[in-house]
């Protein structure tokens, strides 16, 4: 009953940092609920005095449950999802906002132009789910905390990180440009992104 919870809906928003916390994302992809009924997560994190014990990321209509981090190994449903394993950025996929992508929101259209393309997929779970099983390598939206605690916490299991794409702290409380994306990348995705050739 001490516990607290950070959620999208009534204001419920709480310090990470302050107790256990409960970071909910009941619906995320809501216009895909509502427009395709597909395609959207329920999503939920916990932490404790700010540090993240584990997230969990459901694919509602495809019955696909990520779950793990901190001292959990990560699996989608019974299947152990192996940490990140590097490969040439000619063999990738991104995922990515869409008005991002169009506007090249800090060079990410010049770094997606080195992969093999972009993915839409229109929410943050989803898309974030794809990076954790392997199939996409990076992901980059403006997003709140309750769209990306649980692939955070997640994702520094297998080998990603999540930070925000002009180098500014998360501060988890509010819509920020972030990136999720493997360590073992993340200079060379920064390098590409800062260059302004």
């Not at 060079?107 to 929410?123: N, P």
């Not at 905390?145 to 925000?164: F, H, R």
């Amino acid at each position: 009953p001490t516990d607290h919870i950070f959620a999208e809906e009534n204001g419920l928003v709480h310090d990470i940092k302050d107790g256990n916390v409960w970071v909910l994302d009941p619906i995320d992809g809501t216009v895909n609920f509502i427009v395709q009924q597909e395609n959207f997560c329920v999503m939920i994190a916990y932490y404790e005095e700010g540090q993240g014990k584990f997230g969990l990321i459901y694919n509602v209509m495809a019955d696909e449950l990520f779950y793990g981090g901190g001292q959990f190994d990560v699996y989608c449903n019974d299947k152990l999802l192996p940490v990140y394993q590097d490969r040439p950025l000619n063999r990738c996929l991104v995922a990515s906002n869409a008005a991002m992508f169009a506007t090249n929101f800090h060079s990410l259209r010049d770094f997606i132009d080195k992969t093999l393309g972009v993915r839409v997929y229109g929410g943050a779970g989803l898309s974030m789910s794809k990076v954790l099983s392997g199939q996409i390598l990076a992901y980059f939206s403006v997003i709140y905390p309750w769209d990306y605690a649980a692939a955070s916490i997640m994702g520094e299991k297998l080998g990603y990180q999540l930070e925000t794409i002009n180098g500014e702290a998360l501060d988890y409380s509010s819509r920020q440009a972030v990136m999720l994306v493997p360590k073992a990348k993340l200079n060379d995705i920064k390098t590409i992104m800062s260059s302004k050739d």
